[in-house]
């Protein structure tokens, strides 16, 4: 009996990392719904043949379990369902896809982790098991999320998950006083970053950064250059040049400038001629980001990459507000008149190592947070 159980456990473990590879397809594709995986498999061990594959399609629609029971056809009776999310139990724009599984005579299903939308929630695994339909569920932890983190994100704290990314000297510095532009990070381990980018809703820079390396903060990445995030710029008092490639190209790629200033008032009018959205900023402590984040969700943003600098970095940082903190150590040595990392980044608290990889001659990690430091409530 426990044989049996272990088996099937490895054939769990197995196809829901499958089911979990096909969600990755079309990461950042289906608006603001999860990117998830359906996989229908009969038999078990090694004579398990998947009869039935499925991905949320893009758009956010049909959900991956209808593609998946689609494919399969007639072969789904009797198969077992790998779904990386709870199956929905609404009716939405579609009917329910825990409905659709009992329809099409399914026998057992794994689930890879609980839908929190409020229209789910639990009663998806309800409707499978009230048909008796085996379930089980896995913790819905770990890597089987990370391709909805941010969908996950906005339903728990209503803001997007967030990542940190840093590159730092050998040094222990992330750039150089004076506003010259320094390389660290090198060619590899730069195109990871587009990577992220391309995965990313929004990117974010403080208005020091955008003033000293005048950056464009697109995907640049041979196929991906139409999945740049929106850009958002950290600019309390305005100071932005308006020759700012972020300024320039605001028309092809949307650029939002977050500022103290009256979005209305005659110092914006540039901006918004030359393209940029201007969003209100009522200071720079963590209810001001917090309040600011929470704004994006209704802006589509449910993923943020925050790419520097150190005072934004470090304003995120105090303002418990980061999710992941992706770390690239580089060889390069500043020396001089360097730019401190701030605190936290090159040991963060409260924050657990989840990959480590070598980029080159570059060192990569990422640090996830362990869980929020203290309970995140909505800013008032
Ligand atoms: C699934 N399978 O592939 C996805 C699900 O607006 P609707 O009707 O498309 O519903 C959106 C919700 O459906 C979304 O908030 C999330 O709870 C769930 N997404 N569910 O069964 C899927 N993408
Ligand atoms: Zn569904």
């Known amino acids: 009996m426990a044989d049996s159980t272990d088996r099937q456990h490895a054939d769990d473990e197995r196809f829901m990392a499958v089911a979990r590879r096909l969600s990755l397809r079309h990461v ?58 709870e199956p929905c139990a609404h009716h939405g724009r579609t009917s329910p896809c825990a409905d659709s599984l009992v329809e099409a005579g399914v026998s057992r299903v794994v ?68 506003g010259e532009r320094i390389g660290i990070s090198g060619r590899i381990a730069n195109r990871q970053v587009h990577l992220l980018r391309a995965n990313s809703d929004a990117i974010m820079v403080g208005v020091g950064t955008a003033v000293a390396d005048d950056p464009l903060l697109t995907c640049r990445l041979p196929g991906l250059s139409g999945r740049s995030p929106i850009r958002i710029v950290v600019d309390p008092q305005l100071r932005l040049p308006l020759d700012a490639q972020l300024v320039t190209t605001a028309r092809s790629v949307p650029t939002l400038i ?7 008032g005659a ?23 917090r309040r600011l984040l929470h704004a994006m969700p209704s802006a589509g943003v449910q993923t943020l ?11 995120f940082l105090e303002a418990e507000l980061v999710d992941r903190i992706v770390v690239i150590r580089s ?50």
């Not at 996989?39 to 004579?47: D, E, M, P, R, Y």
């Not at 819905?140 to 391709?147: C, L, S």
């Not at 110092?267 to 980001?289: F, I, M």
Request: charged letters at 25%.
């Open 258 to 264: 977050a500022s103290t200033r009256n979005p209305d």
């Open 267 to 289: 110092e914006a009018v540039p901006y918004r001629r030359a393209g940029c959205r201007l969003l209100r900023l009522s200071g720079y402590d963590r209810d001001d980001l």
């Open 111 to 178: 689930v890879g982790a609980p839908d929190p939308d409020p229209r789910v929630n639990g009663r998806g695994v309800e409707i499978l098991r009230a048909a008796g339909i085996e379930v089980r569920c896995l913790s819905g932890e770990g890597v089987v999320t990370r391709p909805f983190e941010g969908f996950l994100q906005r339903l728990r704290f209503g803001r997007p998950f967030v990542t940190l990314k840093m590159a730092v000297s050998r040094d222990g510095f992330v750039g150089r006083l004076g």
């Open 305 to 315: 990459m925050v790419e520097g600098g150190p005072v934004l970095a470090a304003a």
């Open 331 to 380: 060889p390069v040595e500043i020396r001089s008149s360097g730019v401190a990392a701030p605190d936290g980044v090159l040991a963060p608290n409260n924050f657990r190592l989840a990959r480590r990889e070598r980029f080159g001659d570059d060192d990569w990690s990422e640090w996830e947070r362990i869980e929020p430091c203290s309970p995140e409530s909505s800013p008032t």
């Open 28 to 85: 950042g594709l289906t608006a603001e719904n999860p990117s998830v995986g359906a996989l229908l498999v009969q038999g078990s061990g090694a004579t398990a043949r998947v009869v039935g594959r499925g991905v949320t399609a893009w758009g956010g629609r049909p959900h991956a379990e209808r593609v998946a029971l689609a494919d399969a056809g007639a072969d789904a009776r009797g198969s077992t369902a790998y779904v990386t999310l």
